[in-house]
């Protein structure tokens, strides 16, 4: 519990929790603490498999947001235009989840994503993986622990030394119950 506390003291977040299983497990446990069967959810096509996991334990509904792509033909991140779209298209959905690093290393903007997120009171959820190292350099993108996302996982093995699957799920809002987190991490 020390070690929680001074991880979260070091990224910024209200609460971190260590996960010994992978980012996977802290994406469903995002899913589990934060969702009813039934919520609508938008997310970014460029997920991660175990946000389908995620998804089918919680039975949680998916409304997908492309991702364009570049003239090479990489996938980009989403758009907080195309975000703000699908927002207002599907009203009900309780929040919005979004992989940023991409698994290509592509970066969303979450500075406006969030700000969207916030104008339409949705819940931010952030995938940043590849993103554990941002808080360290000011040349990097800013994490989304930093901006204020409410729930971010972070996989320490991706990018930073550990040992093993060692990831992190930082709780970063009052909007989250810790307890209903911590519930869903027992779970997985």
Not at 15 to 40: C, D, E, Q, W
Not at 102 to 125: F, P, Q, T
Not at 134 to 152: E, H, T
Request: proline share 5%.
């Amino acid at each position: 519990r020390e070690s929680e506390e001074t991880a979260s003291s070091i990224y910024g977040s209200k609460r971190t929790f260590y996960l010994v299983n992978g980012s996977s497990a802290g994406i469903h446990a995002m899913f589990l603490g934060l969702m009813k069967p039934g919520n609508k959810v938008l997310i970014g096509r460029n997920f991660h498999r175990s946000a389908v996991a995620g998804l089918i334990f919680s039975d949680i509904k998916p409304e997908f947001i492309p991702c364009r792509q570049d003239r090479h033909g990489i996938s980009l991140n989403i758009s907080a235009n195309d975000l703000n779209s699908h927002i207002k298209r599907h009203p009900d959905c309780r929040a919005v989840y979004i992989t940023s690093p991409s698994y290509v290393g592509v970066c969303a903007d979450m500075g406006e994503i969030l700000r969207i997120c916030r104008r339409h009171n949705k819940l931010l959820l952030v995938d940043s993986a590849w993103g554990a190292h941002f808080s360290f350099c000011s040349k990097l993108p800013p994490s989304p622990v930093a901006l204020g996302a409410d729930m971010v996982v972070q996989s320490i093995h991706k990018t930073l030394p550990s040992l093993t699957g060692t990831s992190l799920l930082h709780i970063c809002s009052d909007l989250i119950d810790c307890k209903t987190v911590k519930d869903a991490l027992r779970m997985v």
